[in-house]
């Protein structure tokens, strides 16, 4: 399995700002990914985060709106720009272990936009 | 396209009840299957898979799951619930080959009453 942390855990943002989540993950991973979950709702992938190079958006998700960053195998960030009441949401750290079947998930940032 | 169906919303049982949580996936080719746990302000919990193999599988906390293809289905069962069973559950599913991200269904909340 992989240990996986994110920060922050939660935060309370104004709208029209910025946040950056981190994720940090204790082993070398292949692949990392970064879910949304809207409340009460289920998971929707935003991106694949590629190492060294720009990451993989889903429909419905841009790199202005969600810019992400891989430096290395085990760290990722993404941002949630010029925010809007309606990204309030959840946001996932996830990684594919280098085994390469089970995906792992953080615990989650819980983001309030007023 | 890969894409996951759980049929019910919510699952009411009570204590040492045998419970079902049901499954049905749609994929091209041979399917990964997954289910995940998430209780209150928790990130995801995985409980079990099935790669390929004895259709029984068997995972945390007493669950089980049957791979049947002829229905395409994956639910999820254990033989006596408990109150601590109650949280929301997400079955998933991803292409046998390739390192790609996981399709999750929309959930299903279990509430075991005592």
């Known amino acids: 399995s992989a240990v996986i942390s994110q920060k922050p855990s939660r935060d309370i943002c104004q709208r029209g700002t910025s946040l950056t989540i981190q994720c940090q993950v204790d082993s070398q991973v292949t692949m990392m990914f970064w879910y949304r979950q809207q409340p009460g709702q289920s998971l929707t992938l935003i991106a694949t985060?590629?190492?060294?190079?720009?990451?993989?958006?889903e429909s419905g998700f841009v790199i202005d709106k969600f810019p992400i960053s891989r430096p290395n195998l085990t760290f990722s960030t993404l941002t949630v720009s010029n925010m809007s009441p309606e990204d309030s949401s959840i946001y996932l750290c996830?990684?594919?272990?280098?085994?390469?079947?089970?995906?792992?998930f953080g615990p989650g940032t819980r983001l309030t936009v007023l | 396209a890969q894409s996951v169906a759980q049929p019910e919303d919510q699952v009411n049982v009570a204590e040492g009840n045998p419970l079902t949580v049901k499954c049905t996936y749609s994929?091209?080719?041979?399917?990964?299957l997954f289910w995940y746990v998430q209780y209150p302000n928790r990130g995801l919990q995985f409980l079990l898979k099935?790669?390929?193999?004895?259709?029984l599988v068997k995972g945390s906390y007493g669950f089980e799951a049957e791979f049947n293809k002829s229905q395409t289905s994956f639910h999820l069962k254990k033989p006596s619930a408990l109150v601590s069973d109650s949280a929301l559950y997400f079955c998933a599913v991803r292409v046998h080959s390739g390192n790609t991200p996981l399709v999750f269904g929309k959930g299903t909340r279990l509430s075991v009453i005592a």
């Open positions: 994929v091209s080719g041979n399917p990964y």
């Open positions: 996830s990684v594919l272990t280098n085994r390469g079947d089970t995906q792992y």
């Open positions: 985060a590629n190492q060294g190079s720009e990451a993989t958006y």
């Open positions: 099935y790669i390929t193999g004895d259709n």
